[in-house]
């Protein structure tokens, strides 16, 4: 073993220059363990495991087959509209909310996974004291800008009115300390209290003035008060420069990332190619710095350097099979190889760095390598295609009790 072992350290270490790069590695790696479960913002906790047996894999595959013929793609015209008020950002996702309130959390409330049933009904009781019926959610929008680790944004929602005069008794009621103004015709809300951040697997959401508005239009936002206050100033300005389907502007080929994020119209061209079936559609532009500092950390990074946008769909079916797609797109087919073949690269770097599943270890750490186990790879033209498939079984044994791992009396 401990020969076998020394191979594939000076494999990696041949192979890939890690430094600082490899060192912001081991930090997902270190907040995953933590904080993988939240896969969706009501997710599961992944928290202990056991095996995912070859039996629940190809289960699980085998309902992808069905939905592999909704292949339909584009936006709704709802869709549109309430993107078009979606900032400039790295990471863009529409979330079926519609689906998340009459069959995700219901689907895993039932089965008791990640404590949803509990918090189903904290959030019920929530919202009817604020007035909002959750069953009326139609789309939601994310849009996050991001500076390393840390996010910050605005999540919009579409097909609720929100009465802030029936939020504040909740918030006092809770002990949150809050602040009212007017932005551009528009009443905030900021709550100013600290409010613990949420974490989404290795990225941490920023809570810090964490403002709602009343959109009007059964429309409303959440989010940090700057990201609220921008927004609502760019919805008082002409309706030409909040367009839903902006005309084609003659841009570069390659685009600088602007300070505030993507240009919209990169956002709103990728989302139109995912499937409109999936629970989360999403595009996400890698940060500059990221890019930039992955050329110099060897062949493995160098490759990913290259990837200026990434878009896919993540589903969840009703047997509770996590399906996650995503799509690199590359220049050409040249270009596409070296990726696919740089991207497993670096998937065989992160089980290195977190040991084998089999090996014993902390449940977290098993956990992830179980996942990590499922990720696949292929070449589609000038595309690379990630596909990942969790079983149901999956989520139901990271949601049980972690062992005892007490010495023996």
């Known amino acids: 073993m ?26 997902y790696r270190r907040r995953l363990v933590r904080g993988v479960g939240v896969v969706l913002v009501l997710g599961a906790i992944l928290s202990s495991g056991r095996g995912i047996s070859e039996r629940d894999v190809h289960a699980a595959r085998a309902v992808q087959a069905p939905q592999a013929s909704a292949l339909a793609t584009g936006l709704t015209p709802a ?13 863009v996702a529409l979330v079926d909310l519609r689906r998340i309130f009459a069959e995700t959390i219901p689907g895993l409330a039932e089965r008791k996974i990640g404590g949803i049933d509990t918090l189903a009904v904290s959030l019920g009781a929530l919202a009817t004291a604020a007035g909002l019926n959750p069953a009326n959610a139609r789309e939601g929008v994310l849009a996050l800008s991001l500076q390393g680790l840390q996010a910050g944004g605005v999540l919009l929602v579409g097909g609720l009115d929100l009465d802030l005069a029936k939020l504040e008794p909740l918030l006092r009621a809770n002990q949150l300390a809050f602040r009212r103004e007017t932005r551009a015709g528009v009443d905030l809300l900021t709550i100013l209290t600290p409010v ?14 964490l403002t ?36 084609t502007p003659a841009t570069p080929a390659t685009p600088a990332t602007p300070a505030g994020g993507r240009p919209k119209g990169d956002f709103l061209a990728a989302l139109r190619l995912t ?10 532009q890698l940060p500059d710095g990221l890019r930039e500092e992955a050329a110099t950390q060897g062949d493995l990074f160098r490759s990913l350097a290259q990837v200026e946008t990434i878009r896919g769909e993540l589903d969840l079916t009703r047997s509770l099979v996590l399906m996650l797609e995503a799509v690199f797109p590359t220049r050409d087919p040249k270009e596409a190889a070296e990726l696919n073949l740089g991207l497993k690269g670096l998937l065989n ?13 902390a449940s977290g750490r098993t956990s992830l390598n179980q996942v990590l186990d499922q990720i696949r790879f292929t070449l589609q033209g000038t595309d690379v295609l990630l596909r990942l498939t969790l079983p ?3 989520f139901e044994a990271m949601s049980r009790p972690a062992p005892s791992t007490g010495s023996r009396p």
């Open 275 to 284: 499937r409109a079936a999936s629970l989360i559609r999403f595009t996400l």
């Open 212 to 247: 709602v508005a009343p959109l009007g239009d059964q429309r409303l936002a959440l989010g940090n008060l700057s990201a609220v206050q921008a927004l609502v100033e760019r919805m008082s300005k002409p309706a030409s420069t909040t367009s839903a389907t902006p005309a």
């Open 196 to 209: 613990q951040p949420v974490s989404l697997g290795p990225l941490v959401l920023s809570t810090e003035e």
């Open 79 to 91: 869709q549109e509209r309430l993107l078009a008020l979606a900032p400039p950002a790295d990471l």
């Open 392 to 394: 149901a079984s999956f």
């Open 2 to 27: 401990g020969q076998r072992m020394g191979q594939r350290m000076r494999k990696t270490k041949s192979q890939v220059k890690v430094g600082s790069l490899g060192r912001k590695i081991v930090e």
């Open 349 to 361: 770097l992160a089980r290195a760095l977190l040991g084998s599943s089999g090996e014993p270890a």
